[in-house]
């Protein structure tokens, strides 16, 4: 489901969590003590947060539950396999519907998330940096999700390191440009079929 949150909201989010996928942070941008951080660049990520969620940019408690319901997943029987992130890579993406990705645990990681239906193809390609690597078996996952009452959630697969960065490709026949709500999260191991915590969300517009 569409949110209507003014696009100036939106923005200021964004900017305020220094999102981008053109390089990884420097320590001092990733320093969570803030003693290498000039102090009038600090800011209150918990509440840039909370206003966040207020105006439905990323999810409710509520919302992240209903994820957990295995009712609400979808099989993707026209899902293509062995998709590689560098074959996506070459494609133009600069008119594809787009979404920077806030870390909802208010650290530093972010994202950028490419999505789109073309010619009897969806095609998602997502960049992530700043991820801690997971320990003891722990994965990176990736989600589309159609909001609303009748929530639908699909599976877009682990999430993987290559040379430079965190991946997540995934192309499928079937249509899926009408879930337009993209959410990162930590599985506990490679088994867990639901949704683990969630590290980044962010509105496909």
Not at 28 to 57: F, M, W, Y
Not at 165 to 182: G, I, K, L, M, R
Request: with cysteine; proline share 4%; glycine share 8%.
């Amino acid at each position: 489901m569409k949110r209507t949150a003014p696009l100036m909201i939106l923005l200021s989010v964004f900017a305020l969590f220094g999102f981008g996928c053109t390089k990884l942070p420097t320590n001092s941008e990733t320093d969570t003590t803030g003693s290498d951080v000039n102090p009038e660049t600090q800011i209150d990520r918990r509440a840039v947060l909370l206003d966040a969620k207020q105006q439905g940019l990323i999810m409710d408690t509520p919302e992240i539950e209903q994820m957990r319901d295995p009712s609400v997943l979808v099989q993707d029987t026209k899902v293509q396999k062995n998709i590689s992130s560098a074959s996506l890579t070459a494609a133009d993406l600069k008119t594809w519907p787009a979404a920077a990705l806030a870390d909802v645990t208010g650290g530093t990681s972010f994202g950028l998330v490419h999505a789109r239906y073309q010619n009897g193809q969806f095609t998602l390609l997502a960049a992530l940096g700043g991820l801690p690597a997971p320990q003891n078996g722990a994965l990176y996952k990736g989600w589309l999700v159609k909001r609303g009452n009748e929530m639908r959630v699909l599976d877009t697969g682990r999430i993987e390191m290559n040379e430079k960065q965190f991946v997540n490709a995934y192309v499928s026949a079937e249509d899926f440009s009408t879930y337009d709500f993209s959410v990162i999260t930590l599985q506990a191991n490679a088994e867990s079929s639901q949704p683990g915590e969630h590290i980044l969300e962010g509105v496909i517009r």
